[in-house]
């Protein structure tokens, strides 16, 4: 599977997962459906982007370091929407960053020249 | 065919592959011939090794060299050589030993002579050889070093039979100022000696050395390989035995 | 008769021992190894002027068919070019009669020299596949080593790996374009090899007429003379063999490791018995020893469900690391903010 595309799958479903852990906050349960679909699309377009940094620069510790940048920014403009809540976003929404960034360098593939 | 009256009547027949094997043949001509290419290849070393490990006088030493060998062929001792044990050398060396033993034991000292198989036995120049030599009986003492003695006289009168050889082929071929120059550069030259010098003393071009020196010496090669392999009785040990006595795998 | 000194026989065998380059465009170094059946020293290429390794043979009287034999391998082996396989640049006959031909001067070190300076189990594999490639290279085209082991495998300055010494080579059904020649080996099978042979010595029990190679990593095959019937497998064989030496043998403890259960199962079924249990190719053995390497299941080992989850998270560590800081930050958070 392609860098992208991996990233992309990738992002969006970690992205659901964390937005799914909001159920164990009482206090935002009502929202969970929004938060959900939110987490989702902040965790594509954090995939994406580390998918498409991993096409550019092949190092693993860079990639890292990439998501970890993009899902830090995107989880604080989602906090900052919120007005609140930022730990809670931004800890979670950094590491998952993490994570993209560190599975689009190790285990995409990049795609073969064209001849 | 090299014609010596040093090298046992001349060239070893083609038939046979070696004189050990020849030496067993039913045919007396045959096994004299090849007792003499034996005796031409190793009579001096057995009468030095009589000499230094026997401690034995010239004269002594000069008749159980020549009972030696002539045991070897009434006896047909080399019947019980087996090339898969031992060298042919250190077969005979210790057949030397033993013969000498024997020899004290019976206090046998018949005079022998004329069964020296058509090999001229320069005895002085043999006793000249051990005089200029500077060997001390003493550390002749432990097998091994019997063992290298023996050899080392082996290969030079091996050498010794090639280079005569190579000086009779000169002769024939009008080659006598090649012999010259192998002598004076392969024999006799030192660090000090060098194409140059050579070609400066003999008024001739340094690659006219370099030529004359490597036919010589791939001329010696190819006799002293001719006669080794007639003192050998099988390819295995022919190899073994080439590659010690020229040295070839040594670090 | 002339009587011969000390100095003159001394004299008389230094000029054998050293080869007579006279006549050829190379000047004599000095003597770098020595092989089963030859020496090989460093020359200088005056025409080329760059430095090549020249091996001549130590069998005397080399002529006839013995040389047209080396001559007529060299042709082949000089078809054989691949990063991997020493270049053959001439051949031809001394002024003192033997035979020679010269190659790429390797700088370098053996490779079970080498191996001391190599700790990791992934890095020795890594080594052992770039000695695969020149011999599925020779295989494709039909040409057997025969004489795989340790000392015969260079490591250069740069990290390239070659395989030299391919005097044992033997032509079977050529493929790939080499005309088809009579068996370039200079020996052939008469009678099997004694085992009890030292491992570290080329078998040389006789020379012309004998099966030649190493015990330890002869296959059995070779070793009961059944020159005939061998094929690339009995290579394989021997990359077994090297395998294991590579990884126990020379393991920088000095204590005998114990291999991961893929790693052993790869190196017995490289060396299995029986041809037929064996690789079939080098590039499946390759292959495999890659597979191991990318934390992948091998062809050699069925593994156990536990075993699959053992290689399933090593290869997966990290990914599983971060995951598992996720979900302790998220039960942190969880447990904090419930305060």
């Known amino acids: 599977m392609n860098k992208v595309l991996l990233g992309l799958l990738l992002g969006a479903l970690l992205g659901a997962i964390d937005g799914g852990t909001a159920w164990f906050t009482p206090s935002v349960r009502a929202q969970l459906a929004g938060i959900i679909v939110g987490s989702t699309i902040k965790g594509l377009i954090a995939g994406m982007a580390a998918g498409f940094f991993a096409r550019k620069v092949n190092s693993v510790p860079l990639g890292i370091l990439f998501g970890l940048g993009v899902g830090a920014l995107l989880a604080f403009i989602v906090a900052y929407m919120q007005h609140g809540y930022y730990l809670e976003i931004i800890l979670p929404g950094s590491i998952v960053g993490m994570i993209v960034g560190y599975a689009t360098q190790r285990y995409g593939m990049t795609p073969a020249p064209t001849r | 065919m090299r014609h010596n009256e040093h090298s046992g009547g001349g060239r070893f027949p083609a038939t046979r592959w070696s004189v050990v094997e020849a030496a067993r043949s039913e045919d007396v001509v045959e096994r004299a011939h090849a007792l003499g290419a034996l005796c031409a290849a190793y009579w001096k070393p057995v ?136 002598e004076v550069y392969d024999l006799e030259g030192d660090d000090n000696t060098s194409y140059q010098r050579l070609a400066a003393e003999y008024g001739i071009a340094v690659t006219d050395v370099t030529n004359a020196l490597a036919w010589a010496r791939r001329e010696f090669r190819k006799i002293a390989l001719e006669r080794l392999r007639e003192l050998c009785s099988t390819e295995d040990e022919f190899l073994r035995e080439a590659k010690a006595v020229f040295g070839w795998g040594a670090e | 008769m002339r009587h011969l000194s000390d100095k003159a026989l001394t004299r008389l065998r230094a000029g054998e021992k050293f080869p007579d380059l006279s006549g050829t465009r190379y000047q004599l170094i000095g003597q770098i190894a020595r092989g089963g059946m030859g020496v090989v020293y460093a020359a200088e290429d005056e025409t080329l002027q760059r430095r090549v390794a020249l091996k001549v043979l130590e069998v005397p009287g080399a002529e006839g068919e013995l040389a047209s034999r080396l001559m007529r391998e060299a042709r082949v082996l000089a078809r054989l070019e691949h990063p991997g396989i ?37 890095d020795k594999l890594r080594i052992f596949l770039r000695v695969c490639d020149p011999v599925a290279f020779a295989h494709a085209r039909g040409v057997l080593h025969r004489d795989i082991k340790p000392a015969n495998i260079m490591v250069g300055s740069f990290g390239e790996v070659l395989v030299m010494d391919w005097g044992l080579a033997k032509i079977v059904a050529p493929t790939g374009g080499i005309p088809q ?66 990884l126990i043998e020379r393991s920088p403890r000095g204590s005998v490791p114990r291999l991961d259960k893929s790693l052993e199962a790869i190196c017995a079924k490289a060396s299995a018995e029986q041809p037929v249990f064996r690789y079939a190719t080098v590039q499946d053995l390759a292959l495999d020893v890659s597979r191991y390497l990318d934390g992948l299941a091998v062809v050699a080992h069925r593994e156990s469900i536990f075993e699959k989850a053992m290689r399933l998270y090593r290869r997966y560590r990290f990914f599983i690391l971060l995951i598992a800081t996720y979900l302790l930050m998220r039960l942190i958070l969880l447990l904090v903010l419930k305060r």
């Open chain 2, 47 to 182: 009468y030095k090794y009589i000499r230094l490990r026997w401690n034995r006088a010239a004269a002594d030493a000069q008749d159980l060299t020549q009972g030696f060998f002539a045991e070897l062929l009434e006896r047909e001792l080399l019947s019980r050589f087996d090339a898969n044990k031992s060298r042919l050398r250190t077969f005979l060396r210790v057949c030397v030993d033993s013969f000498v033993m024997n020899e004290e034991k019976a206090a046998r000292r018949q005079k022998r002579g004329g069964n020296s198989q058509h090999v001229a036995l320069d005895f002085a120049g043999a006793e000249e050889e051990l005089a200029t030599a500077t060997i001390d009986a003493a550390s002749l003492a432990s097998p091994e070093s019997l063992e290298e003695f023996f050899e080392k006289e082996w290969v030079r009168s091996l050498f010794a039979l090639a280079v005569e050889n190579l000086r009779q082929l000169c002769v024939e071929k009008q080659r006598e100022r090649t012999f010259q120059l192998f």
């Open chain 3, 181 to 246: 020649v009579a068996d370039a080996t200079l020996y052939e099978s008469a009678q099997p090899v004694s085992a009890e042979n030292d491992e570290t010595q080329v078998s040389v029990t006789t020379g012309h007429g004998t099966v030649l190679g190493t015990p330890g990593y002869m296959s059995p095959e070779q070793a009961r003379g059944e020159v005939e019937s061998l094929d690339g497998r009995s290579d394989i064989f021997t990359l077994g063999a090297l395998l294991r030496f590579m």
């Open chain 3, 86 to 122: 020493v270049p053959v640049h001439d051949v031809g006959t001394l002024a003192d009669g033997r035979v020679f031909y010269t190659m790429k001067f390797v700088e370098g070190q053996r490779l079970d020299e080498y191996l001391d300076t190599v700790e990791s189990i992934p």
